[in-house]
C-alpha cells in the first residue's frame, strides 16, 4: 500500500490487525481438475497464525486434492492463494516446503530401506537454516518417545501407529509454521490414534498453524477452531467446537444435506 | 593353481569394470527411472579425451578426462532429459536410444569412423610377480580404482545431507519434494557422480586397449546395463552386483571355453540374463517377485 497516507493511520491498522490477524494461509476459490474430472470446484478458507482448522469429509470428497494443491503437488486454480502472504500459485513443492509449509501427505510415506535417523534426517532439509536444531530435535524426540528407542532401526521396520508419527516427526524437523496433515489416523490403532490427537494438539499449542484433515469428524471438530466439511469438491458446512457434541449434526454433514 | 588365481584377479577386475559402469547407470536410473543407453557416449567422450592428451600430458589427460565425463553427463541432462522428466520410462528410454545414437555420429565427424590409437598408461600393462603368481598391474589398480570408487558413492550416499537426498528421491520422488528435496539439484548430482564414474570405466578401458572410436562405449555400457537389470535396477546394490557377476561371467568364459565356441561367449551371457528374468523378473536381489501380468 505504497499510496497510502501514513499520518493517522497506523494506530487503527494495528488495531485492526490485532482484532483479525492476517491470516497464515488463505484459500480462496480453489478448484483442481484432473483432464476434466473435477476434483474440487471453489472452496475458499483460512487458517490464521497458531489455529487448528479441520476439513473433514467421505472419501472423494476433494480434501487430498485441495492439500496437493496447496503444497504444489497438482496443479490447482484459485482466485488467491497465499503463505504467509505470498502466493502459493505456480510453486515448485520443493519452494513450498522450504517456505515453513509442512505436509504430511496420506499413507505417511516414510522411506522404508533407510533408518528411522536419516528418515528425521530428511526432515531437516526444508529449514531455513540449523539454527535450533538440536532443540527441535530434542521436542520432536519428546513428543514421539517411540522414535527415539528406534533410530538407528530400518523405518520400514516400524508399525503403522509408529510409521505416521515418523512422518509427523519428520515434518516437524522442518520447524513450519503450518503443518498439514492428510488424515493421519488412518488405519491407525485407537491408541496409534490417540497418541497422533495428543501430538496434534501438543504441536499446535507450540505456537505452530495446524490444518489437519479427517475422517475421524467428532474429534476433528473438538480439536479445531473451525471444521470445514467437504462434500463433491465444495464446502458444504462449516462447523465449530461446540457441535462436537452434536451426532446428529455430525452424521449430517457426512451424508450431504 | 597360480593360473586359477591369475584368472580369478582378471576375473574380478572384469567384473570391477562393469560393477562401475553399472553403478553409474543405476544412480541415474534411482532418481529418473531412465536407463540411460547414452551413458556409453559419456564413455567414449572420456575416453578420446584421455587417447589426444595423454602423449602431450598424462596429468592433464586424466584430469580432463574427469571433467569432460562430468560436463558430457550434465549437458545431457540439462539438453535433453531435464525436458522429458515428467514423461514416462519408455520415453526417457527411447530419448537416451536416440541421443546414444547422434553422438556416435558426431564422433564419427569429429574424430571420424576409424579408431584413435595411443599408448595410455602403458606401465600398468605390464605383471607383477607376487608371491609366485604373475599378476596384471592393471587388473589390481582396476579393482582398487572401483572398490575407491563404490566405497566414496556409498559414503557420499549415506553421510552426506545431498546423498541422503538422492536415496530419498529415488525411493520416493513426489515425497522426497515434499520435504524440500531439490529435484534440479539431486538429479544434476547424480549425472555428475555418473559421468565421473563413467571417466574411470573410460581410464581402465584404454589403458587396455589403447584405442577409441565412436562406438567405443556401447559395449561396456550394454553389459553394465545388463548387470544392472539381473541385480535389480531399483537396487543399486543389487544393480553393482549384477554388473560385477556379468563382468566375472564374461572373464572366466574367455578364459575357460573351448576355442572353437569362445566366439560365442556373449552369447552365454545373455542366456544367463534370459535365465536370471525368467526366474526373477525384477532382478536377482530385489524383494518379491514380478509384476503379475496374466
Known amino acids: ?257 | 593353481m597360480t593360473s586359477f588365481l591369475q584368472a580369478l584377479i582378471d576375473a574380478t577386475s572384469a567384473g570391477a569394470v562393469y560393477a562401475l559402469a553399472a553403478l553409474g547407470i543405476g544412480l541415474v536410473f534411482g532418481v529418473l527411472r531412465l536407463a540411460n543407453f547414452a551413458y556409453g557416449e559419456i564413455i567414449t567422450a572420456s575416453a578420446y579425451t584421455l587417447i589426444i592428451v595423454w602423449p602431450m600430458n598424462p596429468v592433464l589427460a586424466v584430469l580432463g578426462a574427469a571433467v569432460v565425463g562430468v560436463a558430457v553427463a550434465l549437458a545431457m541432462n540439462y539438453a535433453v532429459f531435464s525436458w522429458l522428466r515428467s514423461q514416462s520410462a519408455a520415453t526417457l528410454l527411447i530419448a537416451s536410444f536416440g541421443l546414444s545414437i547422434l553422438l556416435q555420429r558426431i564422433y564419427e565427424g569429429i574424430f571420424g569412423a576409424n579408431v584413435l590409437s595411443a599408448s595410455v598408461a602403458s606401465g600398468l600393462s605390464t605383471s607383477v610377480n607376487l608371491g609366485g603368481v604373475r599378476l596384471n598391474l592393471l587388473s589390481v589398480v582396476t579393482i582398487v580404482l572401483a572398490a575407491m570408487l563404490l566405497v566414496g558413492v556409498q559414503l557420499f550416499l549415506t553421510r552426506t545431507s545431498i546423498g541422503l537426498q538422492v536415496q530419498a528421491a529415488s525411493a520416493d520422488f513426489r515425497i522426497a519434494r515434499l520435504l524440500g528435496v531439490r529435484s534440479g539439484l539431486v538429479i544434476a548430482v547424480t549425472f555428475a557422480i555418473s559421468g565421473f564414474i563413467a571417466a574411470a570405466v573410460a581410464f581402465v578401458l584404454t589403458v587396455q586397449s589403447g584405442t577409441v572410436g565412436p562406438s567405443f562405449g556401447v559395449q561396456p555400457t550394454l553389459f553394465g546395463l545388463i548387470g544392472a537389470v539381473i541385480g535389480g535396477l531399483r537396487n543399486l546394490r543389487g544393480a553393482v552386483v549384477g554388473g560385477f557377476v556379468v563382468g566375472v561371467a564374461l572373464s572366466l568364459l574367455t578364459s575357460w571355453l573351448p576355442p572353437e565356441i569362445n566366439p560365442f561367449r556373449t552369447a552365454f551371457v545373455y542366456l544367463l540374463v534370459i535365465a536370471v528374468l525368467v526366474l526373477r523378473p525384477n532382478g536377482l536381489f530385489s524383494a518379491g517377485a514380478g509384476k503379475v501380468r496374466t
Do not use: C
Open chain 1, 1 to 257: 500500500m505504497p499510496d497510502t497516507p501514513v499520518n493517522g493511520e497506523t494506530p487503527q491498522n494495528a488495531a485492526s490487525a490485532s482484532a483479525r490477524p492476517e491470516p497464515i494461509l488463505d484459500v480462496q476459490n480453489l478448484s483442481v481438475a484432473y483432464g476434466g474430472v473435477t476434483a474440487v470446484a471453489g472452496v475458499s478458507f483460512h487458517v490464521g497464525p497458531g489455529e487448528l482448522v479441520g476439513v473433514i469429509g467421505p472419501n472423494g470428497a476433494g480434501k487430498s486434492s485441495t492439500l496437493l494443491a496447496l503444497a504444489g503437488a497438482v496443479r490447482g486454480k484459485a482466485d488467491r492463494l497465499t503463505f504467509e502472504g505470498t502466493s502459493l500459485l505456480g510453486r515448485k513443492p520443493e519452494q513450498i516446503a522450504r517456505s515453513g509449509f509442512a505436509l504430511v501427505p496420506e499413507g505417511h510415506h516414510i522411506f522404508g530401506a533407510l533408518s528411522v535417523s536419516d528418515n528425521l534426517r530428511l526432515g531437516e532439509v526444508a529449514r531455513r537454516d540449523r539454527a535450533g536444531l538440536a532443540t527441535t530435535r530434542e521436542w520432536v524426540l519428546e513428543l514421539f518417545p517411540i522414535l527415539r528407542e528406534f533410530l538407528g532401526r530400518p523405518a520400514g521396520l516400524l508399525s503403522g501407529g509408529q510409521q505416521q508419527q515418523l512422518a509427523i516427526a519428520r515434518a516437524l524437523l522442518s520447524e513450519p509454521r503450518l503443518l498439514v496433515l492428510d488424515e493421519p489416523s488412518l488405519g491407525l490403532s485407537p491408541t496409534a490414534i490417540d497418541t497422533v490427537f495428543e501430538a496434534i494438539a501438543a504441536v499446535q499449542q507450540a505456537g505452530t498453524a495446524v490444518l489437519l484433515v479427517e475422517q475421524r469428524a467428532q474429534q476433528t471438530v473438538a480439536a479445531a477452531a473451525r471444521t470445514h466439511v467437504l462434500g463433491e469438491g465444495r464446502i458444504t458446512m462449516t462447523l465449530g467446537p461446540a457441535d462436537a457434541t452434536d451426532a446428529e449434526l455430525l452424521a449430517k454433514a457426512y451424508l450431504g444435506s
